[in-house]
Nanobody
Framework: QLQLVESGGGSVQPGGSLRLSCAAS????????ISWFRQAPGEEREGVSC????????MYADAVKGRFTISRDNAKNMVYLQMNSLKPEDTAVYYC???????????????????WGQGTQVTVSS
């Protein structure tokens, strides 16, 4: 069964940090660009960050630039999202997604992806 599984979510205070992980099973991530999306209650799902299959190119939404860092370890079939200086507005369910041949005009579009995880909740509150 081909699937992505997110982990690492939780509740933190503003200014805190979390590291999300995305694990693939049933297929290798080597050939896929991987993105993190998030969806807050009542909001549309939005792209947060994307990393190319080689790890040589990253993209970030303006709202998270300088605070979030995406990385990958293809040997472990894993992708990570390090989230620092968290704000209440970062509260959402975070999803990872796998797609191919993404670029600056397609990575934030839901239809660009072949696989999605089930999501992990991140809550930032004092």
């Amino acid at each position: 069964q081909l699937q992505l599984v997110e982990s690492g979510g939780g509740s933190v205070q503003p200014g805190g940090s979390l590291r999300l992980s995305c694990a693939a099973s049933g297929f290798t991530l080597d050939y896929y660009d991987i993105s993190w999306f998030r969806q807050a209650p009542g909001e549309e799902r939005e792209g947060v960050s994307c990393i190319s299959s080689s790890g040589g190119s990253n993209m970030y939404a303006d709202a998270v630039k300088g605070r979030f860092t995406i990385s990958r370890d293809n040997a472990k079939n894993m992708v990570y999202l390090q989230m620092n200086s968290l704000k209440p507005e970062d509260t959402a369910v975070y999803y990872c997604a796998a797609g191919r041949h993404l670029d600056g005009s397609s990575w934030y579009l839901w239809g660009s992806y072949d696989y999605w995880g089930q999501g992990t909740q991140v809550t930032v509150s004092s």
